[in-house]
T-cell receptor, first 113, second 114 residues
């Protein structure tokens, strides 16, 4: 069965710092990859997704992620975080063998002023 | 707003009681999913429907759990004889026909079993 690992459980950054959140998945076949964000008090929202093509995908609010197939990774990046980026970030994988998303445990990002 | 809606948003119940949650998906979406999220974890898949047909159920879905989507529109998730371990956030999501299409999530129903 597929699984997703997010090794950073809690990240604290100052505003304007660069961000990279790790995501690794275990599945040998074709995958679709997602990053969702959950702002305090709000529901899960799609940040970006990878289905095929260019492995560097851009999402909302200046976020991007790079799919590296050889490393089974889909790390999330942002060059300069803002206080409003404080949220929990979830990586998820869809494999097609089961009609569901498999999520990682999430990374809580806290951005300080 | 035409997003996914869930009702109620919060539910407190006593152990042994039955509870039912409702999910209204985005209107043109024919796939509907239920997930459960506990503190410090990502959402875990429970079950999904394509139109009115329940096509997959997780092993997490014990016999006390039942889900329906009678007319292929809204769905209900019922938990019978609730246990304290059922306390969690229950999330509903919907997507278009293609299985890899993006799933859009509702705000969730937070259940507390005393």
């Amino acid at each position: 069965a597929q699984s997703v690992s997010q090794h950073n459980h809690h990240v604290i950054l100052s505003e304007a710092a660069s961000l990279e959140l790790g995501c690794n998945y275990s599945y040998g076949g074709t995958v679709n990859l997602f990053w969702y964000v959950q702002y305090p008090g709000q529901h899960l929202q799609l940040l970006l997704k990878y289905f095929s093509g260019d492995p560097l995908v851009k999402g909302i609010k200046g976020f991007e992620a790079e799919f590296i197939k050889s490393k089974f990774s889909f790390n999330l990046r942002k060059p300069s975080v803002q206080w409003s980026d404080t949220a929990e970030y979830f990586c998820a994988v869809y494999t097609g063998t089961a009609s569901k998303l498999t999520f990682g445990t999430g990374t809580r990002l806290q951005v300080t002023l | 707003d035409t997003g996914v809606s869930q009702d109620p948003r919060h539910k407190i119940t006593k152990r042994g009681q039955n509870v039912t949650f409702r999910c209204d998906p985005i209107s043109e979406h024919n796939r509907l999913y239920w997930y459960r999220q506990t503190l410090g974890q990502g959402p875990e898949f429970l079950t999904y429907f394509q139109n009115e047909a329940q096509l997959e159920k997780s092993r997490l879905l014990s016999d006390r759990f039942s889900a329906e989507r009678p007319k292929g529109s809204f769905s209900t998730l019922e938990i019978q004889r609730t246990e304290q371990g059922d306390s969690a956030m229950y999330l509903c999501a919907s997507s278009l026909r293609q299985p890899q299409e993006t799933q859009y999530f509702g705000p969730g129903t937070r259940l507390l079993v005393l």
